[in-house]
């Protein structure tokens, strides 16, 4: 059985601590950091962040349960129906990634049931003093109610970000840390970024052993950002999220496999109804670019963000966002499934030389044909197990290119 043993917040630290326990008996705790505002916090915001925090208790507890993962699980809080089955498809279609890559299907995997008997509830863990936090850093009283924007460095979120300059809207941008060094210099184009600092137990996870792979990550880092918008008065959080994620890599049984299930619009908006129904009515998640494909996206990043950018920014994650790593310079490995999809999205918005690949014409490595082929569709290749367009929006986007192109060394259908 897997345990959600509990969690808690520090008012005097803004810090919030998630612990769990494993079926072999070794226990997890995940610190998280967070920027306060210097004012009391009232009884109904105090409410509302219990909520958002039990959400990320949830979502978080993916990194801990995925080292031995079980059908069983375990919460000592009360929830209800809807709860249960919203928890449910984090942990299995959330996790269905992890599944193919480690042989296991829809019934090795959690499920939630109602739990209306539980001894403690949310309401418990109220704090009913009014609190000031006691901290170094705090958001400024001309940020407080700001919208947030969450910033990773890549095309998606900074096209927001400036989408929203361009309208005149003030926001406060956000980013979500895993170590001291790993801040993009990019992100703080638009203003010094609040830093949302998760504490990973990865003692606890070596000493675990067992399974790895791919969790539900958007999702964590949405429900990160709620805890962060409630501390923050804000009312709207802003994500640099398109139509994207719906087409699934392959499947097990009747399990989608699918490394973009957090960006799907069906789980958006599963999300969405949680927070208005469980957490609190009053704070929005949503995104400018929902109705755009990514081949549409990267067209618009050139036209309004590349003049700016150009290739300080990247969606490479071999390269950058790996835990421990210094990201402050992003770069391009020019090797992996996300720099081929990024090749492949600006080839028809982009001469070759502009590319962020010091001129490589990456349809001529050898070493990524069996890559173009998995975002291609051709030969019978799986689809890379990353965030990249649809199979449809890339043949277009090959079949577009500018004419400073290579042809690739096999013949890609139209359609």
Not at 335 to 360: H, I, M, T, V, W
Request: aromatic share 12%; net charge negative; charged share 25%.
């Amino acid at each position: 059985m897997f345990e959600f043993n509990s969690f808690g917040f520090d008012y005097l630290t803004s810090t919030a601590e998630f612990y769990y326990q494993g079926p072999t008996g070794i226990r997890f705790l995940e610190k998280i950091e967070f920027t306060p505002a210097k004012r009391p916090i009232t009884h109904d915001q105090q409410k509302f962040l219990m909520r958002a925090l039990f959400l990320a208790f949830i979502a978080l507890g993916t990194s801990y349960y995925k080292a031995n993962p079980t059908r069983n699980v375990k919460l000592h809080v009360n929830i209800n129906q809807a709860q249960a089955d919203f928890f449910t498809r984090i942990y299995q279609e959330g996790l269905s990634q992890f599944a193919f890559e480690n042989h296991l299907t829809r019934n090795d995997l959690a499920k939630f049931e109602l739990v209306q008997d539980a001894p403690s509830n949310l309401d418990n863990q109220l704090n009913h003093d009014s609190v000031i936090a006691k901290v170094d850093n705090y958001l400024t009283d001309q940020d407080l109610g700001l919208p947030l924007v969450l910033l990773s460095g890549g095309k998606d979120s900074l096209l927001t970000a400036e989408k929203l300059s361009l309208d005149n809207i003030r926001f406060k941008s956000v980013y979500i840390s895993n170590n001291d060094a790993d801040l993009p210099e990019i992100v703080s184009f638009y203003g010094e970024p609040l830093v949302i600092r998760r504490h990973i137990d990865k003692e606890a996870l070596k000493k675990a052993g067992g399974l790895n792979g791919h969790v539900p990550i958007t999702l964590i880092n949405e429900s990160l950002a709620l805890v962060q918008a409630i501390l923050a008065d804000s009312h709207e959080i802003y994500l640099g999220l398109g139509r994207e994620g719906e087409e699934p890599h392959a499947y097990i049984d009747d399990l989608p496999v699918n490394h973009q299930w957090s960006k799907t619009p069906a789980t958006q908006q599963a999300l969405k109804s949680y927070i208005q129904k469980c957490v609190s009515s009053d704070v929005k998640i949503q995104s400018l670019l929902e109705n755009k494909s990514e081949l549409e996206i990267a067209g618009e990043f050139v036209k309004l963000c590349w003049d700016k950018f150009g290739s300080r920014f990247s969606s490479c994650n071999v390269a950058n966002y790996k835990q421990g790593a210094d990201n402050q310079s992003l770069r391009w490995c020019g090797k992996c499934p996300k720099c081929a999809n990024s090749f492949l999205l600006f080839a028809p918005y982009l001469p070759l030389e502009k590319q962020p690949f010091d001129g490589r014409d990456l349809f001529l490595d050898p070493d990524l044909t069996d890559i173009f082929k998995g975002l291609l569709g051709v030969d019978g290749h799986i689809k890379p197990f990353e965030c990249v367009g649809t199979i449809a929006e890339l043949r277009e986007a090959y079949s577009k290119r500018d004419n400073s192109y290579s042809a690739l060394p096999f013949e890609v259908p139209k359609s």
